[in-house]
């Protein structure tokens, strides 16, 4: 999402900040500033406190280059001027410290400024003629000389290191403490809105109080001329909001620039996760009002959320901007306007909130089939999008910058990512005028769902009457969308700028540990939830712990990143009664008791070592720990160094050594998955648990007696995921190495007899046990397709499962193919599963067959 930039919209971005003309050295008082935060018919509107990079996807580590997400700095290469990258990042760490330094003064300042009236007005208070009265002058400088002693503090123990700097000085304690005391702006902003609304009725009730309101005397730094600024109380009311966003901006430099070795670094990390975490807390439960529209009757409408929703009309897929206003929903679609003019929406239908009920499907007799996409089709369109992508690069490289070539494959690539946003989402989302029509979104996300109807439901607590708008009102309010939206472009790649990070890209492992804070017992499993291409998609759902009010899953995921940015955890009660509903809508009717997003930032997620964290929400803690694998690390092949195992071992060894043709592992685990899994939604696509899939690798591994019964009870998706580990932790891929290239040329060819032939010729090349290995799973596979109906899983789902194991680079022609690293959808990938899927579509292939027919096509192999 783009972070509005009108006034009247007080979303802090870090990336505006910084990256427009921010200077940690100035924070002046524009004439207009005093107004930021207010609405554009002037009334108080709610901050929204922006904790980018911690919640839009669209906005995360916007300050990093592509390859400081990937890799730590290397501290022996030379940069211009002779210094290593690791003296350099120092000598910007002691710049991003002075600069926080002499920001922190003005703070420090604006926050004495403020204190300055206060001690006058508490005098009065007690006499005969009180200015203010002690409840109102509490309520007015709640908690500010608390956040004014803290950071006082904070300033003076960091004043004088930055005075007497040495690169290995430590300031890391600092921050932490600083990052450990946001209790106290968390009460400040639950107090903000009444302490503004306070000061105001004072101000117009009382003339003393509005001439010192209105002209506080802030004093300058101590190198400034000028001595004071005279600025407004609502101004500097609104400083400790923005002075968050900034403290948090400012971690994210320091541990941008400070070596992962040096002693400040796990206590800078700890310092951004708590800030983070605070940030994302606070949006969650802040009043997010902020921006509003005087109607002809001067009544102040004010917009709550807006955001773009598919909407299904007369079976149609339309892409809609939808806007929650205080008292009404509207839904519009962009007019098409001449080049130059301004755009404008087109109201489509509204429904005052007084007379919307969401309905299921349960009530609705006449409820529309909603028509999904395919899963081989979302991914051959996934496909196309990295190969449309990764031609952008290529001729971005080749043009040094800016081309038509360029345009033109930006263009064709939002086409794609436009049409794949529009035919994902599958989630039912039913809104109804109790006078009249029933309207049909889709969401790609429940977590998504859950926020569009907590947003209304919270306002239909408020006494709302019914409203009828005329034609002009109803002119006047769609006309004002423009300018009030929040949201100003569908979530895409390429509405992206080019600075800002491509996201994640490998497997992330995230273990859910348990949850607390439930007041009933309940049957309670969570599932996890990662973006990619612009929408979210459901990753992983734990077991359903029965009858509790703390679960104890313990269960770890490993799920697969393309591009992600934000991790979502939701916590569900389970309901039984779905006896109506229908498995083909998608309809999810288990009740939501918590969720949370958590930003997957480069910085703090790419670690060796597992990253613990407790999330909170209605009083529901849920503690879970993550860490992250890139794509180029996942893919090393580390060779067992026990041969007595099956995991890690080359195939022939263990054939060899169990005197059969298919390893036994390999044979086990397709005989389970056909008995009871072949039908399973999704499988081989869902990631069973990891504990339960290092079980069983143990379990191989040693050749226990118990390995039968321990697979008849283990769920299925561990099975399968067993059967995936193993293909992938060949010392060498199950089609070799040393056929690789050969594969990827036979693949490529244009003609059906010619790749015909060379195709076959490289089965024919492969060892014996690989072969017959090959051949066995990819009969397996076909049977799993046959039942695609009922458990979603095609040849080509399938081929993008396995495709990428069976056949990769050996480590030498990784080191070749850079975009690997950093996009698991380049060519090479894409050619992986296109081998794949061509054995898949073939005709069965027996070993007789092979070694019978003449082959008229060679290859140097």
């Given amino acids: 999402m783009e972070p509005p930039s009108h006034r009247g919209l007080p979303r802090l971005s870090w990336i505006d ?82 600069g926080f330094l002499a920001s922190e003064e003005i703070y420090i300042n604006q926050l004495e400024a403020l204190l300055l009236p206060m001690r006058p007005l508490k005098a009065t208070a007690t006499t005969s003629q009180p200015v203010l009265t002690i409840q109102q002058i509490e309520t007015i400088f709640y908690k500010i000389q608390d956040i004014f002693e803290i950071h006082k503090e904070f300033y003076d123990n960091l004043y004088p290191n930055i005075q007497q700097w040495d690169n290995n000085l430590t300031v890391g304690h600092l921050f932490q403490k600083l990052a450990s005391q946001l209790g106290v702006y968390k009460a400040f902003l639950d107090n903000y809105k009444v302490a503004v609304e306070t000061a105001e009725k004072c101000s117009q009730a009382n003339n003393q109080f509005q001439k010192i309101s209105e002209n506080l005397k802030v004093k300058g730094p101590k190198d400034s001329k000028d001595c004071t600024t005279s600025v407004t109380m609502e101004a500097l009311l609104y400083k400790p909001i923005d002075r968050v966003t900034r403290s948090t901006l400012v971690l994210h430099d320091l541990l941008k620039h400070t070596p992962t070795d040096h002693p400040d670094y796990p206590l800078l990390q700890d310092a951004l996760r708590i800030s983070q975490n605070f ?15 005087t109607t002809p009757k001067g009544e102040a409408r004010q917009l ?3 955001g773009f929703l598919v909407e299904l009309s007369e079976g149609t897929r339309k892409v809609r901007h939808v806007f929650l206003f205080t008292d009404l929903l509207l839904c519009a ?52 999008i990295s190969c449309i992508k ?45 006078h009249g029509k029933s309207y049909l979104f889709l969401l790609s996300s429940d977590y998504e769902r859950s926020e569009w109807r907590e947003a209304i439901q919270k306002l239909q607590k408020k006494d709302l009457q019914a409203c009828v708008l005329s034609s002009v009102e109803l002119q006047v309010l769609t006309g004002s969308c423009f300018k009030l939206r929040t949201v100003h472009n569908i979530p895409v790649t390429s509405n992206k700028d080019d600075h800002e990070s491509p996201g994640l890209y490998g497997f992330l492992h995230v273990i859910v540990h348990s949850a607390k804070g439930f007041k009933e017992s309940a049957n309670l499993y969570c599932t996890l939830e990662v973006d990619s291409f612009g929408y979210f998609v459901s990753k992983a759902k734990t077991r359903v712990f029965r009858d509790t009010t703390e679960p104890q899953w313990n269960e770890e995921f490993e799920i697969e990143l393309e591009g992600s940015q934000c991790l979502r955890i939701l916590c569900y009660e389970t309901c039984y009664d779905k006896s109506k509903l229908s498995k083909d809508d998608n309809e999810i009717v288990d009740k939501i008791m918590g969720k949370w997003q958590v930003q997957l930032d480069p910085q703090t997620v790419q670690s060796k070592n597992w990253h613990m964290d407790v999330i909170e929400m209605n009083g529901i803690k849920v503690e879970f720990s993550m860490k992250f694998t890139s794509r180029d690390l996942s893919l090393k092949r580390t060779p067992s160094k026990k041969q007595s195992g099956v995991f890690g071992v080359k195939i022939s060894v263990v054939t060899k050594r169990e005197r059969s043709k298919v390893p036994y592992i390999v044979r086990q685990c397709i005989e389970e998955v056909e008995k009871r899994g072949i039908e399973e939604v999704g499988i081989y696509r869902i990631s069973g648990v990891a504990t339960d899939i290092q079980t069983l690798k143990a379990v191989f591994d040693t050749n226990t007696k118990d390995i039968l019964v321990m697979l008849s009870e283990m769920d299925i998706n561990a099975i399968a995921g067993t059967l995936k580990l193993y293909f992938r932790e060949l010392p060498e891929p199950l089609l070799t190495d040393r056929l690789y290239l050969a594969f990827m040329e036979g693949i490529a060819l244009s003609d059906p007899a010619a790749k015909e032939n060379c195709m076959m010729h490289l089965l024919r090349s492969l060892p014996e046990p690989n072969l017959i290995t090959f051949l066995s799973l990819l009969e397996h596979l ?67 067959e092979l070694k019978r027919n003449t082959l008229y096509y060679s290859t140097d192999v």
């Fill in 17 to 98: 900040t910084l990256y427009s003309n921010f200077n940690y050295n100035t924070d002046g008082y524009d004439g207009d500033a005093t107004d930021e935060h207010k609405s554009q018919d002037g009334s108080e509107t709610m901050p929204f406190i922006d904790e980018s990079p911690t919640m839009s996807p669209q906005l995360s580590a916007r300050s990093q280059d592509s390859g400081d997400a990937v890799s730590p700095s290397p501290n022996d290469i030379l940069v211009p001027g002779g210094d290593t990258y690791a003296e350099k990042g120092l000598e910007m760490r002691k710049l991003v410290l002075s």
């Fill in 279 to 293: 940030l994302s807390s606070i949006n969650e439960e802040i009043d997010p009002r902020r921006t509003a529209v």
């Fill in 333 to 384: 679609k962009m007019k098409k306007t001449a080049v130059g003019k301004q755009q404008q929406y087109d109201c489509k239908w509204y429904i005052p909130l007084a007379d919307l009920t969401f309905q299921t499907l349960d009530e609705s007799d006449t409820s529309p089939h909603i028509h999904t996409m395919p899963e081989h089709e979302i991914e051959e369109m996934k496909m196309k």
């Fill in 782 to 848: 076909k049977r799993v397709a046959e039942k695609e109906p009922i458990n979603k899983m095609s040849l080509h789902n399938l081929g993008t499962v396995f495709g990428p194991t069976l056949l990769r680079p050996s480590e030498v022609e990784q080191k070749a193919h850079i975009n690997l690293a950093s996009d698991i959808w380049s060519h090479d990938v894409m050619a992986q599963v296109q081998v794949l899927l061509y054995y898949l579509q073939h005709a069965p292939i027996s070993i007789a």
């Fill in 390 to 434: 990764s031609e952008i690069q290529k001729e971005k490289k080749a043009s040094k910058g800016q081309s038509r070539a360029v345009d033109r494959l930006k263009k064709k690539m939002f086409e794609q990512e436009s049409y794949l946003l529009l035919h994902s989402p599958t989630i039912p989302f039913r809104i109804h005028n109790i």
């Fill in 304 to 306: 709550v959320k807006d």
